[in-house]
DNA sequence: CAACATGATTGTTT
DNA sequence: AAACAATCATGTTG
Protein backbone atom coordinates (compact mmCIF):
# COMPACT_ATOMS: atom_id res chain seq x y z
CA UNK A 1 0.00 0.00 0.00
CA UNK A 2 1.91 2.65 1.57
CA UNK A 3 4.88 0.61 -1.13
CA UNK A 4 3.29 1.23 -4.11
CA UNK A 5 2.66 4.97 -3.57
CA UNK A 6 6.06 5.51 -3.34
CA UNK A 7 6.34 3.64 -6.30
CA UNK A 8 4.52 5.89 -8.00
CA UNK A 9 6.03 9.04 -7.09
CA UNK A 10 9.72 7.21 -8.30
CA UNK A 11 8.05 6.86 -11.36
CA UNK A 12 6.82 10.01 -11.46
CA UNK A 13 10.55 11.37 -10.61
CA UNK A 14 12.11 9.24 -13.15
CA UNK A 15 10.58 10.13 -16.37
CA UNK A 16 10.55 13.91 -15.58
CA UNK A 17 14.29 13.59 -15.17
CA UNK A 18 14.04 11.06 -18.16
CA UNK A 19 12.56 13.55 -20.56
CA UNK A 20 13.92 16.87 -18.84
CA UNK A 21 10.30 17.81 -18.56
CA UNK A 22 11.95 21.30 -16.46
CA UNK A 23 8.69 23.34 -15.70
CA UNK A 24 6.38 20.74 -16.77
CA UNK A 25 4.37 20.35 -13.55
CA UNK A 26 2.21 18.27 -15.25
CA UNK A 27 3.24 15.73 -12.43
CA UNK A 28 3.99 18.17 -9.56
CA UNK A 29 4.25 16.62 -6.07
CA UNK A 30 1.28 15.66 -4.40
CA UNK A 31 1.06 17.92 -2.06
CA UNK A 32 3.12 20.72 -0.25
CA UNK A 33 6.74 21.90 -0.79
CA UNK A 34 7.38 22.72 2.77
CA UNK A 35 10.64 20.86 3.99
CA UNK A 36 9.28 19.43 6.50
CA UNK A 37 8.74 16.04 4.91
CA UNK A 38 10.81 16.32 2.59
CA UNK A 39 13.66 14.14 3.52
CA UNK A 40 10.91 11.35 4.34
CA UNK A 41 9.99 11.57 0.50
CA UNK A 42 13.20 11.27 -0.12
CA UNK A 43 13.61 8.07 1.92
CA UNK A 44 10.69 6.43 0.07
CA UNK A 45 12.48 7.26 -3.01
CA UNK A 46 15.94 5.66 -2.15
CA UNK A 47 13.85 2.72 -1.10
CA UNK A 48 12.36 2.66 -4.37
CA UNK A 49 15.09 2.98 -6.27
CA UNK A 50 16.93 0.24 -4.25
CA UNK A 51 14.15 -2.10 -5.21
CA UNK A 52 14.31 -1.25 -9.02
CA UNK A 53 17.79 -1.64 -8.53
CA UNK A 54 17.32 -4.89 -6.85
CA UNK A 55 15.13 -6.53 -9.08
CA UNK A 56 17.35 -8.75 -10.89
CA UNK A 57 17.96 -10.33 -7.53
CA UNK A 58 14.25 -11.48 -7.36
CA UNK A 59 13.05 -14.80 -8.69
CA UNK A 60 10.62 -14.34 -11.40
CA UNK A 61 7.37 -14.87 -9.86
CA UNK A 62 8.00 -12.05 -7.15
CA UNK A 63 8.50 -9.91 -9.90
CA UNK A 64 5.69 -11.33 -11.87
CA UNK A 65 3.59 -10.35 -8.51
CA UNK A 66 5.07 -6.74 -8.06
CA UNK A 67 3.79 -6.04 -11.18
CA UNK A 68 0.62 -7.76 -10.78
CA UNK A 69 0.37 -5.42 -8.25
CA UNK A 70 1.03 -2.63 -10.01
CA UNK A 71 -1.68 -2.87 -12.57
CA UNK A 72 -4.45 -3.82 -10.87
CA UNK A 73 -3.39 -0.72 -8.38
CA UNK A 74 -6.50 1.86 -8.15
CA UNK A 75 -3.75 4.57 -9.33
CA UNK A 76 -2.76 3.10 -12.41
CA UNK A 77 -5.22 4.82 -14.44
CA UNK A 78 -3.65 8.40 -13.45
CA UNK A 79 -0.99 7.41 -14.06
CA UNK A 80 -1.39 5.90 -17.25
CA UNK A 81 -2.86 9.13 -18.60
CA UNK A 82 0.05 11.25 -16.69
CA UNK A 83 2.47 9.26 -18.72
CA UNK A 84 -0.32 9.39 -21.85
CA UNK A 85 0.19 13.66 -21.31
CA UNK A 86 3.67 13.64 -20.82
CA UNK A 87 4.55 12.21 -23.65
CA UNK A 88 2.85 13.58 -26.08
CA UNK A 89 4.39 17.06 -24.90
CA UNK A 90 7.35 15.48 -25.95
CA UNK A 91 6.08 14.48 -29.59
CA UNK A 92 7.76 11.01 -29.01
CA UNK A 93 5.55 9.49 -31.19
CA UNK A 94 5.41 11.50 -33.95
CA UNK A 95 8.86 11.78 -35.21
CA UNK A 96 9.55 9.04 -37.34
CA UNK A 97 6.34 8.17 -38.67
CA UNK A 98 7.14 10.01 -42.03
CA UNK A 99 10.91 7.90 -42.69
CA UNK A 100 9.57 6.40 -45.34
CA UNK A 101 13.17 4.21 -46.59
CA UNK A 102 14.02 5.28 -50.08
CA UNK A 103 15.26 1.79 -51.62
CA UNK A 104 19.25 1.20 -50.88
CA UNK A 105 20.95 1.74 -54.12
CA UNK A 106 23.55 -0.15 -53.10
CA UNK A 107 21.07 -2.75 -51.81
CA UNK A 108 19.54 -3.12 -55.13
CA UNK A 109 22.65 -3.51 -56.68
CA UNK A 110 23.60 -6.30 -55.13
CA UNK A 111 20.12 -7.46 -55.19
CA UNK A 112 20.86 -6.89 -58.89
CA UNK A 113 23.42 -8.79 -59.66
CA UNK A 114 22.46 -11.90 -57.48
CA UNK A 115 19.32 -12.08 -59.70
CA UNK A 116 21.66 -11.83 -62.61
CA UNK A 117 24.06 -14.45 -61.30
CA UNK A 118 21.09 -17.20 -61.03
CA UNK A 119 22.25 -16.75 -56.64
CA UNK A 120 18.75 -15.31 -55.84
CA UNK A 121 15.66 -15.60 -57.77
CA UNK A 122 13.94 -18.19 -59.44
CA UNK A 123 15.89 -21.46 -59.93
CA UNK A 124 16.88 -21.98 -63.57
CA UNK A 125 15.19 -24.48 -65.46
CA UNK A 126 13.12 -26.05 -62.82
CA UNK A 127 15.69 -28.87 -61.74
CA UNK A 128 18.29 -27.78 -59.60
CA UNK A 129 21.39 -26.34 -61.05
CA UNK A 130 23.56 -28.50 -58.88
CA UNK A 131 21.95 -31.62 -60.08
CA UNK A 132 21.99 -30.31 -63.58
CA UNK A 133 25.15 -30.29 -62.94
CA UNK A 134 26.07 -33.11 -61.65
CA UNK A 135 24.20 -35.19 -64.61
CA UNK A 136 26.27 -33.01 -66.93
CA UNK A 137 29.59 -34.06 -65.80
CA UNK A 138 28.51 -38.00 -65.25
CA UNK A 139 26.84 -37.52 -68.95
CA UNK A 140 29.59 -35.37 -70.34
CA UNK A 141 27.21 -36.25 -73.39
CA UNK A 142 26.71 -32.33 -73.94
CA UNK A 143 28.55 -29.81 -75.33
CA UNK A 144 32.25 -30.09 -73.83
CA UNK A 145 32.42 -26.82 -72.41
CA UNK A 146 30.20 -27.88 -69.93
CA UNK A 147 33.16 -29.32 -68.41
CA UNK A 148 33.88 -25.61 -67.53
CA UNK A 149 30.55 -25.15 -67.12
CA UNK A 150 29.18 -27.48 -64.78
CA UNK A 151 32.19 -27.04 -62.13
CA UNK A 152 31.14 -23.83 -62.38
CA UNK A 153 27.17 -23.98 -61.65
CA UNK A 154 28.38 -26.80 -59.30
CA UNK A 155 29.90 -24.05 -57.07
CA UNK A 156 27.63 -21.57 -57.79
CA UNK A 157 24.77 -23.45 -56.86
CA UNK A 158 26.66 -24.00 -53.67
CA UNK A 159 27.03 -20.66 -53.07
CA UNK A 160 22.79 -20.09 -53.60
CA UNK A 161 22.58 -22.98 -50.92
CA UNK A 162 24.51 -21.28 -48.33
CA UNK A 163 23.09 -17.70 -49.29
CA UNK A 164 19.50 -19.20 -48.97
CA UNK A 165 20.00 -21.17 -46.06
CA UNK A 166 21.64 -18.15 -44.38
CA UNK A 167 19.20 -15.75 -45.21
CA UNK A 168 16.05 -18.25 -44.49
CA UNK A 169 18.21 -18.21 -40.65
CA UNK A 170 17.93 -14.29 -41.11
CA UNK A 171 14.77 -14.14 -41.58
CA UNK A 172 13.20 -16.56 -39.06
CA UNK A 173 15.50 -15.04 -36.45
CA UNK A 174 14.55 -11.67 -37.44
CA UNK A 175 10.62 -12.51 -37.19
CA UNK A 176 10.95 -14.50 -33.82
CA UNK A 177 13.06 -11.36 -32.67
CA UNK A 178 9.91 -9.09 -33.85
CA UNK A 179 6.77 -10.86 -32.33
CA UNK A 180 9.15 -11.35 -29.31
CA UNK A 181 9.39 -7.50 -28.83
CA UNK A 182 5.95 -7.45 -30.19
CA UNK A 183 4.97 -9.71 -27.09
CA UNK A 184 6.71 -7.53 -25.11
CA UNK A 185 5.93 -4.25 -26.29
CA UNK A 186 1.92 -5.01 -26.11
CA UNK A 187 2.73 -6.39 -22.71
CA UNK A 188 4.25 -3.15 -21.70
CA UNK A 189 1.51 -0.92 -23.34
CA UNK A 190 -0.40 -1.82 -20.46
CA UNK A 191 1.81 -0.04 -18.10
CA UNK A 192 2.59 2.53 -20.49
CA UNK A 193 1.06 4.45 -23.23
CA UNK A 194 2.71 2.96 -26.60
CA UNK A 195 0.90 3.83 -29.88
CA UNK A 196 1.04 1.44 -32.66
CA UNK A 197 2.74 3.49 -34.56
CA UNK A 198 5.66 3.14 -32.11
CA UNK A 199 5.09 -0.31 -32.55
CA UNK A 200 5.80 -0.32 -35.83
CA UNK A 201 8.37 1.74 -35.52
CA UNK A 202 10.21 -0.40 -33.55
CA UNK A 203 9.38 -3.34 -36.10
CA UNK A 204 11.19 -1.70 -38.97
CA UNK A 205 13.86 -0.51 -36.67
CA UNK A 206 14.33 -4.45 -36.35
CA UNK A 207 13.95 -5.11 -39.68
CA UNK A 208 16.33 -2.18 -40.64
CA UNK A 209 19.02 -4.27 -38.77
CA UNK A 210 18.43 -7.22 -39.88
CA UNK A 211 18.47 -5.89 -43.20
CA UNK A 212 21.27 -4.17 -43.10
CA UNK A 213 22.89 -8.04 -41.56
CA UNK A 214 21.26 -9.40 -44.55
CA UNK A 215 23.43 -7.00 -46.85
CA UNK A 216 26.65 -8.25 -45.16
CA UNK A 217 25.50 -11.65 -46.60
CA UNK A 218 24.72 -10.66 -50.06
CA UNK A 219 27.68 -8.39 -50.13
CA UNK A 220 29.96 -11.61 -49.38
CA UNK A 221 27.16 -13.74 -51.66
CA UNK A 222 28.46 -11.14 -54.44
CA UNK A 223 32.37 -11.35 -53.71
CA UNK A 224 31.81 -14.89 -53.88
CA UNK A 225 30.89 -15.24 -56.76
CA UNK A 226 32.77 -12.71 -58.50
CA UNK A 227 35.78 -14.90 -57.27
CA UNK A 228 34.04 -17.90 -58.70
CA UNK A 229 33.63 -16.06 -61.56
CA UNK A 230 37.43 -14.34 -62.18
CA UNK A 231 38.37 -17.68 -61.44
CA UNK A 232 36.60 -20.05 -64.03
CA UNK A 233 35.23 -17.48 -66.41
CA UNK A 234 37.81 -14.96 -66.65
CA UNK A 235 38.47 -17.86 -68.67
CA UNK A 236 36.05 -15.80 -71.07
CA UNK A 237 39.47 -15.47 -73.24
CA UNK A 238 39.90 -19.19 -72.86
CA UNK A 239 38.49 -20.07 -76.30
CA UNK A 240 37.49 -23.03 -78.52
CA UNK A 241 37.82 -23.34 -81.89
CA UNK A 242 35.00 -23.34 -83.85
CA UNK A 243 33.85 -26.83 -85.43
CA UNK A 244 35.57 -26.93 -89.07
CA UNK A 245 31.72 -26.73 -90.30
CA UNK A 246 31.07 -23.50 -89.12
CA UNK A 247 34.53 -22.33 -89.72
CA UNK A 248 33.55 -23.07 -93.36
CA UNK A 249 29.95 -21.56 -93.37
CA UNK A 250 31.95 -18.94 -92.28
CA UNK A 251 34.44 -18.56 -94.93
CA UNK A 252 31.92 -19.71 -97.30
CA UNK A 253 29.97 -16.54 -96.58
CA UNK A 254 33.26 -13.97 -96.19
CA UNK A 255 34.46 -14.92 -99.67
CA UNK A 256 31.18 -14.91 -101.40
CA UNK A 257 31.05 -11.18 -100.00
CA UNK A 258 34.30 -10.21 -100.47
CA UNK A 259 33.52 -7.28 -102.15
CA UNK A 260 31.22 -6.60 -99.10
CA UNK A 261 32.31 -8.73 -96.32
CA UNK A 262 29.89 -6.83 -93.70
CA UNK A 263 26.84 -9.03 -92.71
CA UNK A 264 23.88 -7.39 -91.54
CA UNK A 265 22.28 -8.20 -88.06
CA UNK A 266 19.65 -11.02 -90.02
CA UNK A 267 23.16 -12.44 -91.85
CA UNK A 268 24.74 -12.81 -88.08
CA UNK A 269 22.09 -14.45 -86.98
CA UNK A 270 21.31 -16.64 -89.54
CA UNK A 271 25.17 -17.55 -90.20
CA UNK A 272 25.39 -18.32 -86.41
CA UNK A 273 22.22 -20.93 -86.55
CA UNK A 274 23.98 -22.11 -89.44
CA UNK A 275 27.12 -22.40 -87.82
CA UNK A 276 25.10 -23.78 -84.66
CA UNK A 277 27.59 -21.96 -82.51
CA UNK A 278 25.44 -22.69 -80.00
CA UNK A 279 26.33 -22.25 -76.55
CA UNK A 280 29.75 -22.88 -77.04
CA UNK A 281 31.44 -20.02 -76.18
CA UNK A 282 29.07 -17.20 -76.81
CA UNK A 283 26.92 -17.75 -73.29
CA UNK A 284 29.20 -16.04 -70.50
CA UNK A 285 27.81 -17.79 -67.81
CA UNK A 286 25.61 -16.10 -65.82
CA UNK A 287 24.41 -13.84 -68.22
CA UNK A 288 20.42 -15.54 -68.40
CA UNK A 289 20.11 -13.58 -72.07
CA UNK A 290 20.75 -15.68 -74.46
CA UNK A 291 24.36 -15.11 -75.50
CA UNK A 292 25.42 -12.64 -78.31
CA UNK A 293 26.10 -14.83 -81.00
CA UNK A 294 26.38 -11.37 -83.29
CA UNK A 295 29.19 -10.64 -81.23
CA UNK A 296 30.87 -13.90 -81.74
CA UNK A 297 30.21 -13.57 -85.62
CA UNK A 298 31.14 -10.16 -85.51
CA UNK A 299 34.55 -10.56 -83.98
CA UNK A 300 34.95 -13.79 -86.51
CA UNK A 301 34.21 -11.30 -89.52
CA UNK A 302 36.38 -8.21 -87.77
CA UNK A 303 39.00 -10.66 -87.11
CA UNK A 304 38.78 -11.95 -90.82
CA UNK A 305 38.24 -8.71 -92.57
CA UNK A 306 41.32 -7.70 -90.63
CA UNK A 307 43.52 -10.64 -91.11
CA UNK A 308 42.51 -10.66 -94.73
CA UNK A 309 43.73 -7.20 -95.78
CA UNK A 310 47.13 -7.35 -93.73
CA UNK A 311 47.88 -10.65 -95.75
CA UNK A 312 46.27 -11.17 -98.91
CA UNK A 313 48.64 -13.18 -100.21
CA UNK A 314 48.20 -15.62 -97.60
CA UNK A 315 44.37 -16.03 -97.91
CA UNK A 316 44.64 -15.77 -101.54
CA UNK A 317 44.22 -20.20 -102.24
CA UNK A 318 41.85 -20.06 -99.33
CA UNK A 319 39.25 -17.49 -101.33
CA UNK A 320 40.04 -19.64 -104.56
CA UNK A 321 39.13 -22.41 -102.83
CA UNK A 322 35.95 -20.92 -101.66
CA UNK A 323 35.27 -19.42 -104.53
CA UNK A 324 35.56 -22.55 -106.56
CA UNK A 325 33.45 -24.38 -104.13
CA UNK A 326 30.20 -22.26 -105.10
CA UNK A 327 31.92 -21.55 -108.65
CA UNK A 328 29.29 -23.90 -110.23
CA UNK A 329 26.21 -23.03 -108.45
CA UNK A 330 26.72 -19.54 -108.62
CA UNK A 331 27.53 -19.33 -112.15
CA UNK A 332 24.47 -21.05 -112.76
CA UNK A 333 22.44 -18.38 -110.37
CA UNK A 334 24.35 -15.58 -111.87
CA UNK A 335 23.86 -17.03 -115.79
CA UNK A 336 19.81 -17.17 -114.31
CA UNK A 337 19.94 -13.98 -112.72
CA UNK A 338 21.30 -12.13 -115.95
CA UNK A 339 18.83 -13.97 -118.28
CA UNK A 340 15.77 -12.80 -115.66
CA UNK A 341 17.23 -9.22 -115.74
CA UNK A 342 17.56 -8.42 -119.03
CA UNK A 343 14.49 -10.48 -120.45
CA UNK A 344 12.80 -8.94 -117.74
CA UNK A 345 11.03 -11.91 -117.03
CA UNK A 346 10.42 -12.38 -113.31
CA UNK A 347 7.67 -15.49 -113.54
CA UNK A 348 10.10 -17.95 -113.65
CA UNK A 349 13.33 -16.87 -111.80
CA UNK A 350 15.23 -20.42 -112.50
CA UNK A 351 13.94 -21.39 -115.68
CA UNK A 352 17.32 -21.17 -116.92
CA UNK A 353 19.51 -23.19 -114.89
CA UNK A 354 18.93 -27.20 -115.24
CA UNK A 355 17.19 -27.69 -112.11
CA UNK A 356 20.14 -27.40 -109.31
CA UNK A 357 19.51 -24.32 -107.51
CA UNK A 358 19.89 -25.01 -104.41
CA UNK A 359 22.38 -23.51 -103.41
CA UNK A 360 22.94 -25.45 -100.12
CA UNK A 361 26.05 -23.17 -99.15
CA UNK A 362 25.34 -19.91 -100.39
CA UNK A 363 23.63 -18.51 -97.09
CA UNK A 364 22.52 -15.16 -97.41
CA UNK A 365 19.88 -16.93 -100.35
CA UNK A 366 16.72 -15.67 -97.95
CA UNK A 367 18.80 -13.34 -96.29
CA UNK A 368 18.24 -9.84 -95.88
CA UNK A 369 18.68 -7.74 -99.29
CA UNK A 370 18.59 -4.07 -98.34
CA UNK A 371 22.18 -3.47 -99.16
CA UNK A 372 21.56 -3.96 -102.56
CA UNK A 373 22.13 -1.05 -104.21
CA UNK A 374 20.67 -0.77 -107.46
CA UNK A 375 18.26 -3.31 -107.34
CA UNK A 376 16.28 -3.85 -110.75
CA UNK A 377 15.31 -6.98 -110.45
CA UNK A 378 12.03 -8.60 -109.93
CA UNK A 379 12.74 -11.40 -108.18
CA UNK A 380 13.88 -10.71 -105.16
CA UNK A 381 15.81 -13.73 -104.13
CA UNK A 382 17.90 -13.58 -106.97
CA UNK A 383 18.65 -9.92 -106.51
CA UNK A 384 19.90 -10.64 -103.14
CA UNK A 385 21.78 -13.22 -104.45
CA UNK A 386 23.44 -11.79 -107.03
CA UNK A 387 25.93 -9.69 -105.26
CA UNK A 388 27.32 -12.62 -103.91
CA UNK A 389 27.68 -15.10 -107.11
CA UNK A 390 28.87 -11.93 -108.80
CA UNK A 391 31.74 -11.62 -105.92
CA UNK A 392 32.05 -15.30 -105.98
CA UNK A 393 32.39 -15.33 -110.09
CA UNK A 394 35.09 -12.78 -109.71
CA UNK A 395 37.43 -15.57 -107.85
CA UNK A 396 36.87 -17.97 -110.63
CA UNK A 397 37.27 -15.17 -112.95
CA UNK A 398 40.82 -15.15 -112.16
CA UNK A 399 41.42 -18.80 -112.73
CA UNK A 400 38.85 -19.24 -115.96
CA UNK A 401 39.91 -15.67 -117.78
CA UNK A 402 37.05 -15.23 -119.93
CA UNK A 403 33.66 -14.05 -118.49
CA UNK A 404 35.35 -11.17 -117.84
CA UNK A 405 33.83 -9.48 -121.03
CA UNK A 406 30.53 -10.80 -120.13
CA UNK A 407 30.63 -9.54 -116.76
CA UNK A 408 31.52 -6.05 -117.55
CA UNK A 409 29.52 -5.79 -120.21
CA UNK A 410 26.59 -5.95 -118.28
CA UNK A 411 26.04 -2.67 -116.72
CA UNK A 412 24.16 -4.34 -113.71
CA UNK A 413 28.06 -5.69 -113.07
CA UNK A 414 29.65 -2.95 -113.26
CA UNK A 415 32.64 -1.94 -110.13
CA UNK A 416 30.24 0.68 -109.52
CA UNK A 417 28.60 -1.55 -107.60
CA UNK A 418 30.49 -3.47 -106.40
CA UNK A 419 33.41 -0.93 -104.99
CA UNK A 420 30.57 1.36 -104.58
CA UNK A 421 29.71 0.68 -101.06
CA UNK A 422 32.57 2.20 -99.23
CA UNK A 423 35.26 -0.66 -100.60
CA UNK A 424 35.90 -2.10 -97.31
CA UNK A 425 39.85 -0.46 -97.15
CA UNK A 426 40.88 0.26 -100.51
CA UNK A 427 43.05 -2.44 -100.82
CA UNK A 428 40.88 -4.94 -99.92
CA UNK A 429 39.33 -6.15 -103.21
CA UNK A 430 42.80 -6.86 -104.66
CA UNK A 431 43.42 -6.74 -108.83
CA UNK A 432 45.10 -9.55 -108.06
CA UNK A 433 42.12 -11.10 -107.07
CA UNK A 434 40.53 -10.17 -110.13
CA UNK A 435 43.43 -9.14 -112.56
CA UNK A 436 43.31 -12.21 -115.29
CA UNK A 437 46.71 -11.33 -116.09
CA UNK A 438 47.81 -13.24 -113.18
CA UNK A 439 47.26 -17.02 -114.01
CA UNK A 440 44.78 -18.96 -112.20
CA UNK A 441 45.86 -20.18 -108.78
CA UNK A 442 48.68 -17.84 -108.91
CA UNK A 443 49.36 -16.84 -105.01
CA UNK A 444 51.91 -14.14 -106.21
CA UNK A 445 50.29 -10.66 -105.12
CA UNK A 446 51.71 -7.17 -104.52
CA UNK A 447 51.88 -7.88 -101.02
CA UNK A 448 55.28 -8.53 -99.94
CA UNK A 449 55.88 -11.54 -98.38
C1' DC B 1 58.36 -26.39 -77.00
C1' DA B 2 58.36 -22.93 -80.64
C1' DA B 3 55.67 -21.09 -84.13
C1' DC B 4 51.69 -20.22 -85.95
C1' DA B 5 46.38 -19.98 -85.91
C1' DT B 6 42.49 -18.06 -83.98
C1' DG B 7 38.72 -16.30 -80.96
C1' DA B 8 38.25 -12.56 -77.67
C1' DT B 9 39.25 -8.10 -75.61
C1' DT B 10 40.52 -3.38 -75.51
C1' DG B 11 41.23 1.14 -77.04
C1' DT B 12 40.86 4.17 -80.90
C1' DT B 13 38.80 5.88 -85.04
C1' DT B 14 35.15 6.99 -88.10
C1' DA C 1 27.42 2.22 -82.79
C1' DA C 2 30.19 -0.30 -85.81
C1' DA C 3 34.70 -1.09 -87.61
C1' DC C 4 39.52 -1.20 -87.10
C1' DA C 5 43.93 -2.24 -85.12
C1' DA C 6 46.69 -4.00 -81.72
C1' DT C 7 47.12 -7.28 -78.44
C1' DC C 8 46.15 -11.16 -75.44
C1' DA C 9 45.76 -15.93 -74.42
C1' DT C 10 44.79 -20.13 -75.78
C1' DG C 11 44.56 -24.00 -79.31
C1' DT C 12 47.03 -26.55 -82.80
C1' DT C 13 50.74 -28.33 -85.32
C1' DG C 14 55.13 -30.09 -86.36
Known amino acids: MDEQARIMQALGGVSLAGHSVQGGMALPPPHGHDGTDGDGRKQDIGDILHQIMTITDQSLD ?243 RIRYKKNIGKFQEEANLYAAKTAVTAAHAVAAAVQNSQTNSPTTPNSGSSGSFNLPNSGDMFMSMQNLNGDSYQGAHVGANVQSQVDTLRHVISQTAGYNDALGGNPMYSPHGLNGNRGWHDAATPSSVISPTEGPGSVHSDTSN
Not at 91 to 106: C, F, K, T, V, W
Not at 192 to 219: A, G, N, T, Y
Not at 231 to 250: C, G, H, V, W, Y
Open 62 to 304: EAQAKKHGLNCHRMKPALFSVLCEIKEKTGLSIRGAQEEDPPDPQLMRLDNMLLAEGVSGPEKGGGSAAAAAAAAAAGGSPADNSIEHSDYRAKLSQIRQIYHTELEKYEQACNEFTTHVMNLLREQSRTRPISPKEIERMVSIIHRKFSSIQMQLKQSTCEAVMILRSRFLDARRKRRNFSKQATEILNEYFYSHLSNPYPSEEAKEELAKKCSITVSQLVKLGDLQPCSWRQTVSNWFGNK
